[in-house]
Nanobody
């Protein structure tokens, strides 16, 4: 299991930026995908971005591509989501998640295609118009 804790949420005006961080501990020595998900009030959870363990290749939801950037520091066991040009529709609870590269019979990190195993408690992001 991987223990995850997010930080960096807050309130910002539209067009502003926020930087979310996720600190991982526990079973971090394996090949783990890291992802960011969000859930707005009354909506289903959405996979926002993910990053592969070996090449740090990113995945982005179309709604955030070009505005959000995911990165990781494997030495520090942290993953970061830089969010720029924020919009009111980005308002949500953002959660960090992890999964082994091979988990539940599936390979890969794409948050649309595969399920994630370990979850942080989340950090709230509010973007005002």
């Amino acid at each position: 299991q991987v223990h995850l804790v997010e930080s960096g949420g807050g309130s910002v005006q539209a067009g502003g930026s926020l930087r979310l961080s996720c600190a991982a501990s526990g079973s971090t020595s394996g090949r783990n995908c890291m992802g960011w998900f969000r859930q707005a009030a009354g909506k289903e959870r959405e996979g926002v971005a993910a990053i592969t363990p070996d090449t740090s290749s990113p995945y982005y939801a179309s709604s955030v591509e070009g505005r959000f950037t995911i990165s990781q520091d494997k030495a520090k066991n942290t993953v970061t989501l830089q969010m720029d040009s924020l919009k009111p529709e980005d308002t949500a609870m953002y959660s960090c998640a992890s999964r082994p590269l091979r988990y539940a019979g599936r390979w890969g990190c794409d948050p649309v295609q595969v399920s994630y195993r370990d979850w942080g408690p989340g950090t709230r992001v509010t973007v005002s118009a």
